[in-house]
């Protein structure tokens, strides 16, 4: 039995679960830093409590603090989302060993799996594929990199650095050839401490051409785990997903079978429960490869929602209460595309953004969901991710699904922040895109030199037009907020005339 | 009505009329709307809905899914443009300086690596040129719009 919830969580991911436990009938208790305060997810919780501190390591990330707001508000189980401390073991533990319901794996489970060298050994071991590579034992800056070196001559060119500790694409590297190894160890490995405050970085050969394939996999306490079918998220750019989808276009129903026995055999090697991810790369030859299991909800996990029918967040938390999970036999019905809608400046090296929300109007009509944690009025900070919303579509068919999508980015609009709406509206049009002939290098492969806007001088003169008649009239002006003087954040308009487009 | 505004580095001026409900430019006609959208029809007779927004001096406009950031430029500013520095794109932390003052560069080369929103920015030089002054060493806390580094043509 579960009563109340802690999301130990904010923006978009908070919002999404808090909503759940309001349709499952569960009270819900929200926790918040002070930059926080008035952000959407506060306002969808039965109590919003505001954390003390500054920083991110002192407030959501604050494991004695929360758990503290846990037990003086009478919490029975908290619900961790995605990134802060939903794969942290130790907080996992401590959850347990305060009498509280932790909605995700095993403590154990998340530590063999949140280690990536661990869970290169463990996949081995239980017979699923992994990439070609080598784990690195050493520690220190100059013993890692003559190993990694050493170990490159093996592994062979072009390879992937990747962070024992790593995720969401940092303390990653790409490296086409030796004379850049060196410097790429020391990127990579000082981007790892500073994110992860672990610095062990191993090798695995780059597949070029691959596309990244994952399952999602739903494990009870009643011994039933199953797998819910796959995304192919190879749409990536700086090793982030923006472009998501089930089913993969090149899958078959063997193949989804086998990758699905694999996913099910990672997740029971480490007596996984609750929801989970395993991811592939899969190769144009059909052979896949373990790249690492996810161990909480995906950020892209509603296109499963979308074309399974199955409620992930409400099996999570149904698992977590001991309770079988609800889901039949799987069965995909037609096709959901994700995009990843960010404050970002994707003619500039898809810089972060940031920026008053001065208008924010979402897409509606058919098929369409929109999962976000903003609002029209909000401020775009630095403090925490630039992910502003995802943009989800449901249609029959995949063709219809991208004309969907194409539709519902045509309906977006947003300004006072630069977004990736444009760069998102192009890729739908990409004929790789189109045909589902998608790979994890299609966005380096596409704009080598970087993506630009292709607008018509039509289209400018009419927004030149349109400025001057907003002038005129006196239209919409948008209060700017003064930043507060303790954080020390300059005005973002004083760059204005040279980061935006 | 006569206007100043600066896009994409270059100043342009516009000139619109008023005929009761109509806005004009040229064969163009806008038409602004009781929630704050415009409606442009042009020559062809073809409309398309425009959203706008002003955030400090700039004119955010969405029209035919892009989006232009238009400053307004008040008569008599002075928009002295100095603006040769490479900004912070937001407050961080620098990581790694790659260039010495006096250096000549290329366009797209690396000048440093940055540290923000626990990523790491590549600033790259936007042009060809030499380096005047650098600004900060690795491990200086930067601010938004600090100029990191200053180049001559």
Not at chain 1, 462 to 480: I, Y
């Amino acid at each position: 039995m579960i009563n109340t919830v802690l999301v130990a969580n904010r923006g978009e991911i908070a919002c999404r679960i808090l909503r759940a436990c309001t349709e499952a009938g569960l009270e819900s208790i929200a926790i918040y830093a002070h930059n926080d305060a008035g952000s959407m997810f506060t306002e969808l919780a039965t109590v919003a409590i505001p954390l003390e501190g500054e920083t991110i390591a002192e407030t959501y990330l604050n494991q004695e603090q929360i758990l503290a707001i846990a037990a003086s508000h009478g919490a029975d189980a908290i619900h961790p989302g995605f990134g802060f401390l939903s794969e942290r073991a130790d907080f996992a533990k401590a959850v347990i060993d305060a009498g509280i319901n932790w909605i995700g794996p095993s403590p154990k489970a998340i530590e063999m799996m949140g280690d990536k060298m661990t869970a290169r050994m463990t996949m081995k071991a239980a017979g699923v594929p992994v990439i070609p590579g080598e784990e690195i034992e050493s520690e220190d800056e100059a013993a890692m990199i003559s190993a990694i070196v050493e170990a490159s001559h093996r592994v062979g060119y072009p390879l992937l650095l990747k962070a024992s500790s790593g995720g969401g694409g940092k303390g990653m590297r790409k490296v086409e050839e030796p004379t850049n190894l060196e410097e790429a160890i020391k990127g990579a490995r000082r981007e790892a401490i500073a994110a992860f405050g672990d610095g062990r970085v191993y090798v695995e050969r780059l597949l070029t051409g691959s596309k990244h394939v994952e399952i999602q996999v739903l494990a009870d306490k009643h011994g039933r785990t199953i797998h819910l079918g796959e995304r192919e998220c190879s749409v990536q750019r700086r090793h982030q997903k923006v472009f998501e989808e089930s089913p993969c276009p090149v899958m078959t129903s063997d193949l989804r079978s086998r990758m699905g026995q694999a996913a099910v055999m990672a997740a029971k090697a480490v007596d996984y429960v609750g929801a989970g991810t395993v991811e592939f790369l899969l190769d144009s030859s059909g052979e896949f490869f373990f790249l690492e299991m996810n161990t909480r909800i995906q950020v892209e996990h509603p296109v499963t929602e979308m074309v399974t029918g199955v409620d992930l967040v409400r099996e999570q938390l149904r698992i977590a209460a001991g309770e079988p999970m609800s889901c039949g036999n799987l069965m995909i019905r037609g096709h959901s595309i994700e995009v990843r809608l960010y404050a970002e400046d994707a003619s500039n090296n898809f810089l972060p953004a940031i920026g008053p929300l001065a208008i924010f109007r979402p897409p509606v009509g058919p098929g369409i969901r929109l999962d976000t944690g903003v609002r029209e009025g909000d401020m775009v900070t630095p403090n925490y991710d630039p992910m502003l919303a995802k943009l989800i579509v449901w249609a029959p068919s995949r063709p219809e699904a991208l004309e969907r999508m194409r539709r519902a980015l045509d309906e977006f609009v947003v300004l006072g922040t630069t977004t990736n709406i444009r760069f998102l509206r192009e890729l739908c049009d990409n004929s790789d895109v189109v045909s589902g002939n998608t790979d994890t290098m299609l966005i380096d492969r596409v704009w080598p030199n970087g993506w630009k806007p292709n607008y018509s001088q039509t289209s400018l003169d009419a927004a030149l037009m349109v400025a001057a008649v907003s002038e005129s009239a006196g239209l919409h002006r948008v209060q700017v907020h003064e930043s507060e003087s303790n954080d020390g954040i300059v005005s973002p308009f004083q760059t204005l005339n040279r980061r935006y487009p | 009505m006569q206007h100043e505004f600066k896009f994409a580095g270059e100043m342009i001026e516009v000139t619109i009329a008023r005929d009761s409900e109509n806005w004009m430019l040229g064969e163009n006609r806008a038409q602004v709307l009781a929630d704050g959208r415009i409606l442009v029809t042009s020559s062809d007779g073809t409309s398309k809905f425009a959203h706008s927004a002003k955030v400090g001096d700039v004119w955010w406009i969405h029209f035919d899914g892009h989006i232009f950031c238009i400053e307004k430029s008040e008569a008599g500013s002075s928009n002295n443009d100095s603006d040769e520095g490479m900004t912070a794109p937001m407050p961080g932390k620098i990581l790694e300086v790659k260039v010495a003052d006096g250096e000549s560069v290329e366009s797209g080369q690396l000048l440093l690596i940055m540290e923000a929103m626990k990523m790491e920015h590549r600033i790259v030089a936007p042009s060809d040129g030499m380096v005047s002054k650098v600004n900060f060493s690795a491990g200086d806390q930067v601010q938004q719009g600090d100029v990191l580094v200053e180049m001559v043509d």
